[in-house]
T-cell receptor, first 119, second 111 residues
Protein backbone atom coordinates (compact mmCIF):
# COMPACT_ATOMS: atom_id res chain seq x y z
CA UNK A 1 0.00 0.00 0.00
CA UNK A 2 0.89 3.65 -0.29
CA UNK A 3 3.19 5.05 2.39
CA UNK A 4 2.94 8.45 4.00
CA UNK A 5 5.79 9.62 6.18
CA UNK A 6 5.27 12.26 8.85
CA UNK A 7 8.06 13.95 10.76
CA UNK A 8 8.73 14.55 13.57
CA UNK A 9 6.73 12.00 15.51
CA UNK A 10 7.04 13.94 18.74
CA UNK A 11 8.04 17.49 19.53
CA UNK A 12 8.21 19.55 22.69
CA UNK A 13 8.58 23.29 22.38
CA UNK A 14 8.39 26.43 24.47
CA UNK A 15 5.39 28.70 24.31
CA UNK A 16 5.79 31.33 21.61
CA UNK A 17 7.97 29.30 19.28
CA UNK A 18 6.99 27.87 15.90
CA UNK A 19 7.00 24.22 14.97
CA UNK A 20 7.07 22.72 11.48
CA UNK A 21 5.65 19.29 10.69
CA UNK A 22 6.38 17.55 7.40
CA UNK A 23 4.19 15.11 5.51
CA UNK A 24 5.58 13.16 2.57
CA UNK A 25 4.03 10.66 0.22
CA UNK A 26 6.85 8.20 -0.39
CA UNK A 27 5.75 6.08 -3.31
CA UNK A 28 3.03 8.09 -4.97
CA UNK A 29 2.23 11.65 -5.92
CA UNK A 30 -0.45 13.47 -4.00
CA UNK A 31 -1.94 16.64 -5.39
CA UNK A 32 -4.07 16.86 -2.27
CA UNK A 33 -3.06 16.33 1.33
CA UNK A 34 -5.05 16.87 4.48
CA UNK A 35 -4.17 17.95 7.99
CA UNK A 36 -6.12 16.73 11.00
CA UNK A 37 -6.00 17.38 14.69
CA UNK A 38 -6.96 14.82 17.29
CA UNK A 39 -7.49 15.19 21.03
CA UNK A 40 -7.26 12.17 23.35
CA UNK A 41 -10.18 9.77 23.05
CA UNK A 42 -11.73 11.81 20.27
CA UNK A 43 -12.14 11.59 16.54
CA UNK A 44 -10.07 13.26 13.85
CA UNK A 45 -10.99 16.85 13.11
CA UNK A 46 -10.11 18.10 9.65
CA UNK A 47 -8.15 21.34 9.85
CA UNK A 48 -7.34 22.06 6.23
CA UNK A 49 -6.98 20.71 2.75
CA UNK A 50 -3.58 21.26 1.17
CA UNK A 51 -3.43 21.53 -2.60
CA UNK A 52 -0.17 21.39 -4.50
CA UNK A 53 0.72 24.75 -5.98
CA UNK A 54 -2.17 26.66 -4.46
CA UNK A 55 -3.41 27.98 -1.16
CA UNK A 56 -4.76 25.64 1.44
CA UNK A 57 -8.45 25.52 2.23
CA UNK A 58 -9.13 25.82 5.93
CA UNK A 59 -12.11 24.45 7.82
CA UNK A 60 -14.33 26.81 9.71
CA UNK A 61 -12.79 27.90 12.98
CA UNK A 62 -9.21 27.07 12.04
CA UNK A 63 -6.90 30.10 12.05
CA UNK A 64 -4.96 30.14 8.82
CA UNK A 65 -2.34 32.54 10.23
CA UNK A 66 -1.82 30.21 13.14
CA UNK A 67 -1.53 27.02 11.13
CA UNK A 68 0.46 27.74 8.00
CA UNK A 69 0.31 25.13 5.29
CA UNK A 70 2.62 24.83 2.33
CA UNK A 71 2.32 22.21 -0.40
CA UNK A 72 5.29 22.96 -2.61
CA UNK A 73 5.56 19.65 -4.40
CA UNK A 74 3.50 16.60 -5.26
CA UNK A 75 5.08 14.67 -2.41
CA UNK A 76 5.47 17.19 0.40
CA UNK A 77 3.15 19.28 2.53
CA UNK A 78 4.17 21.12 5.68
CA UNK A 79 2.18 22.43 8.61
CA UNK A 80 3.74 25.17 10.71
CA UNK A 81 2.19 25.96 14.06
CA UNK A 82 3.18 29.57 14.63
CA UNK A 83 3.65 31.11 18.07
CA UNK A 84 2.56 27.89 19.71
CA UNK A 85 0.76 27.97 23.04
CA UNK A 86 -0.15 25.17 25.45
CA UNK A 87 -3.67 24.96 24.01
CA UNK A 88 -2.10 23.98 20.67
CA UNK A 89 -0.79 20.80 22.26
CA UNK A 90 -2.39 17.93 20.39
CA UNK A 91 -1.85 15.04 18.01
CA UNK A 92 -1.54 16.27 14.42
CA UNK A 93 -2.01 13.82 11.57
CA UNK A 94 -1.61 14.27 7.85
CA UNK A 95 -3.00 12.22 5.02
CA UNK A 96 -2.43 12.07 1.30
CA UNK A 97 -5.10 11.46 -1.26
CA UNK A 98 -4.33 8.34 -3.23
CA UNK A 99 -6.58 9.50 -6.00
CA UNK A 100 -9.37 7.80 -7.90
CA UNK A 101 -8.64 4.16 -8.68
CA UNK A 102 -11.48 2.35 -10.40
CA UNK A 103 -14.38 2.56 -8.01
CA UNK A 104 -12.32 3.88 -5.13
CA UNK A 105 -13.20 7.53 -5.13
CA UNK A 106 -11.08 9.00 -2.40
CA UNK A 107 -8.78 6.75 -0.45
CA UNK A 108 -6.60 8.59 1.99
CA UNK A 109 -3.38 7.24 3.43
CA UNK A 110 -2.29 8.55 6.78
CA UNK A 111 0.99 9.45 8.38
CA UNK A 112 1.90 8.19 11.84
CA UNK A 113 1.06 11.51 13.46
CA UNK A 114 3.00 14.13 15.41
CA UNK A 115 2.46 14.67 19.09
CA UNK A 116 3.03 18.32 19.93
CA UNK A 117 3.55 19.40 23.51
CA UNK A 118 3.84 23.12 24.15
CA UNK A 119 5.25 24.07 27.54
CA UNK B 1 -21.96 15.98 10.61
CA UNK B 2 -18.49 16.11 12.06
CA UNK B 3 -17.64 14.45 15.30
CA UNK B 4 -17.10 17.00 18.03
CA UNK B 5 -15.88 16.33 21.51
CA UNK B 6 -17.54 12.97 22.12
CA UNK B 7 -15.95 10.29 24.24
CA UNK B 8 -15.38 7.00 22.53
CA UNK B 9 -17.83 4.14 23.06
CA UNK B 10 -16.13 0.90 23.97
CA UNK B 11 -16.71 -2.64 22.79
CA UNK B 12 -15.16 -5.47 24.77
CA UNK B 13 -15.00 -8.97 23.28
CA UNK B 14 -13.39 -12.28 24.08
CA UNK B 15 -10.55 -13.46 21.90
CA UNK B 16 -11.91 -15.69 19.16
CA UNK B 17 -15.36 -14.14 19.16
CA UNK B 18 -16.72 -12.06 16.31
CA UNK B 19 -16.90 -8.29 16.71
CA UNK B 20 -19.42 -5.94 15.19
CA UNK B 21 -18.72 -2.23 15.20
CA UNK B 22 -21.46 0.12 14.08
CA UNK B 23 -21.44 3.57 12.59
CA UNK B 24 -24.18 5.99 11.65
CA UNK B 25 -23.20 8.42 8.93
CA UNK B 26 -24.79 11.76 8.36
CA UNK B 27 -24.85 12.70 4.70
CA UNK B 28 -27.12 10.88 2.30
CA UNK B 29 -25.00 12.22 -0.58
CA UNK B 30 -21.94 10.31 0.59
CA UNK B 31 -20.96 7.73 -1.97
CA UNK B 32 -17.78 6.20 -0.58
CA UNK B 33 -16.99 4.90 2.89
CA UNK B 34 -13.86 3.67 4.59
CA UNK B 35 -13.13 1.90 7.86
CA UNK B 36 -9.87 2.81 9.57
CA UNK B 37 -8.08 1.24 12.51
CA UNK B 38 -6.06 3.46 14.82
CA UNK B 39 -3.71 2.05 17.40
CA UNK B 40 -2.60 4.18 20.30
CA UNK B 41 -0.21 6.93 19.27
CA UNK B 42 -0.37 6.06 15.58
CA UNK B 43 -2.13 7.31 12.48
CA UNK B 44 -5.24 5.61 11.07
CA UNK B 45 -4.67 2.51 9.01
CA UNK B 46 -6.94 1.58 6.10
CA UNK B 47 -8.96 -1.59 6.67
CA UNK B 48 -11.68 -1.84 4.06
CA UNK B 49 -13.83 0.39 1.91
CA UNK B 50 -17.18 0.27 0.15
CA UNK B 51 -18.98 2.33 -2.44
CA UNK B 52 -22.62 3.34 -2.14
CA UNK B 53 -23.71 1.02 -4.96
CA UNK B 54 -22.62 -1.95 -2.87
CA UNK B 55 -24.18 -3.31 0.30
CA UNK B 56 -21.44 -5.70 1.36
CA UNK B 57 -17.73 -6.23 0.87
CA UNK B 58 -15.49 -8.85 2.38
CA UNK B 59 -11.83 -8.79 3.13
CA UNK B 60 -9.56 -10.97 5.15
CA UNK B 61 -11.46 -11.56 8.42
CA UNK B 62 -13.38 -8.33 7.91
CA UNK B 63 -16.73 -7.55 6.32
CA UNK B 64 -18.31 -4.16 5.80
CA UNK B 65 -22.07 -3.79 5.47
CA UNK B 66 -23.79 -0.69 4.17
CA UNK B 67 -27.45 0.16 4.68
CA UNK B 68 -28.17 3.37 2.82
CA UNK B 69 -31.80 3.42 3.84
CA UNK B 70 -30.92 4.11 7.45
CA UNK B 71 -27.44 5.54 6.77
CA UNK B 72 -25.73 2.80 8.71
CA UNK B 73 -22.36 1.16 8.26
CA UNK B 74 -20.96 -1.80 10.16
CA UNK B 75 -17.62 -3.54 10.40
CA UNK B 76 -17.54 -7.20 11.30
CA UNK B 77 -14.30 -8.77 12.46
CA UNK B 78 -14.21 -12.55 12.53
CA UNK B 79 -12.27 -14.46 15.17
CA UNK B 80 -11.13 -11.31 16.93
CA UNK B 81 -7.51 -11.34 18.08
CA UNK B 82 -5.64 -9.26 20.70
CA UNK B 83 -3.92 -7.44 17.84
CA UNK B 84 -7.31 -6.14 16.75
CA UNK B 85 -7.52 -3.99 19.89
CA UNK B 86 -7.63 -0.40 18.68
CA UNK B 87 -10.01 2.42 17.91
CA UNK B 88 -12.06 1.95 14.76
CA UNK B 89 -13.39 4.88 12.76
CA UNK B 90 -15.77 4.94 9.87
CA UNK B 91 -15.36 7.77 7.39
CA UNK B 92 -17.65 9.07 4.67
CA UNK B 93 -17.00 11.12 1.58
CA UNK B 94 -19.85 13.61 1.06
CA UNK B 95 -18.11 15.85 -1.43
CA UNK B 96 -14.94 17.59 -2.47
CA UNK B 97 -12.58 14.78 -1.63
CA UNK B 98 -12.83 15.32 2.12
CA UNK B 99 -13.33 12.52 4.58
CA UNK B 100 -15.68 13.06 7.49
CA UNK B 101 -14.88 10.80 10.40
CA UNK B 102 -17.33 9.23 12.80
CA UNK B 103 -16.77 9.34 16.54
CA UNK B 104 -14.94 6.01 16.70
CA UNK B 105 -15.31 2.86 18.78
CA UNK B 106 -12.63 1.47 21.03
CA UNK B 107 -12.35 -2.30 20.66
CA UNK B 108 -10.84 -4.18 23.56
CA UNK B 109 -10.04 -7.87 23.12
CA UNK B 110 -9.75 -10.00 26.23
CA UNK B 111 -7.43 -13.01 26.00
Amino acid sequence: GAVVSQHPSWVICKSGTSVKIECRSLDFQATTMFWYRQFPKQSLMLMATSNEGSKATYEQGVEKDKFLINHASLTLSTLTVTSAHPEDSSFYICSANGGRREWRINIQYFGAGTRLSVL
Amino acid sequence: GESVGLHLPTLSVQEGDNSIINCAYSNSASDYFIWYKQESGKGPQFIIDIRSNMDKRQGQRVTVLLNKTVKHLSLQIAATQPGDSAVYFCAETPQGGKLIFGQGTELSVKP
